[in-house]
């Protein structure tokens, strides 16, 4: 049976100050089955009272979105940096009972400019995730130089049994979210061991509308895509994302719990 997941990145953000400390007073405000913890960098002098707070809170967190500048350091080529980086998530994803991990093998500016690097990467994070006994699952993030199907491809010529994770809404960035959902796509599902379920309403590439909303408020056939996973008997994790926080840092859950809703109104269809 599918557990669906709010990321706690849909709470915390820039206008609340990113404070993790708001998580036990919002978490029983939602209306999911467990949450996905995302880390970011602004955290790593605070892990102690971050652990304390999140093993305290008495919720399940499965999977954790692994600090996105990661990336970044793979693509330079710095893959010390990288690796401390990761051990550190590593350490607190062991800690809350995550057994997946949410990587951004490229990110940022940068991107998938020096995806030499990132092949080179991910065989180096991956043995290190091993030794903590995490499932290392990479993101179809958006890309500048070629595209996020291209490039897992290319990684699964190399890591034929990789983990990946797909975020609808990434997908339709690239306008790869009805190619995915067809015949050319079947072998990359069967690496596809997580999935983030978010709505997009712009354009082919369309960076100014790179917003993740929640499911019905953008144009995404999600019909479609929850007839393809019934298809191929998808049975793990599905995280919603989708922004839930206004200007001012107040969480909308209305927004987050309608959003859950939908996702289980879609998964529950004959």
Request: hydrophobic fraction near 40%; include cysteine.
């Amino acid at each position: 049976m599918n557990m669906v997941l709010c990321s706690s990145g849909a709470l915390l953000g820039r206008p609340n100050g990113r404070r993790f400390q708001l998580l036990p007073k919002l978490a029983p405000l939602i209306n999911c089955d467990g949450f996905e913890f995302m880390m970011y960098d602004s955290w790593y002098d605070q892990t102690d009272e971050l652990l304390r707070v999140l093993k305290n809170m008495g919720v399940s967190f499965p999977v954790m979105h692994f600090e996105k500048h990661i990336g970044e350091f793979v693509t330079k080529g710095e893959f010390s940096a990288a690796a401390r980086r990761f051990e550190c998530n590593c350490r607190i994803a062991n800690e809350i009972g995550a057994g997946k991990a949410v990587l951004h093998l490229w990110n940022g500016v940068l991107s998938d400019s020096n995806f030499e690097n990132s092949i080179k990467g991910y065989g180096y994070l991956r043995k290190i995730a091993e030794k903590y006994g995490i499932e290392l699952l990479v993101e179809n993030v958006v890309c500048h130089e070629k595209d996020p199907l291209t490039r897992w491809q290319q990684l699964i010529d190399e890591y034929p049994d990789a983990g990946l994770i797909y975020d609808t809404k990434m997908a339709a960035f690239h306008a790869q979210d009805e190619q995915f959902c067809g015949e050319s796509c079947q072998r990359l599902w069967q690496n596809v061991k997580h999935l983030h379920v978010n709505d997009y309403g712009g354009g082919y590439m369309e960076w100014q509308a790179l917003k993740t909303l929640p499911v019905g408020m953008g144009h995404i056939d999600f019909e479609k895509f929850f007839d393809k996973l019934k298809s191929i008997g998808y049975t793990g994790f599905l995280t919603a994302e989708a922004t839930a926080f206004d200007q001012n840092g107040m969480v909308d859950t209305t927004l987050l719990n309608d959003c859950f809703d939908k996702i289980r109104a879609y998964l529950d269809r004959s």
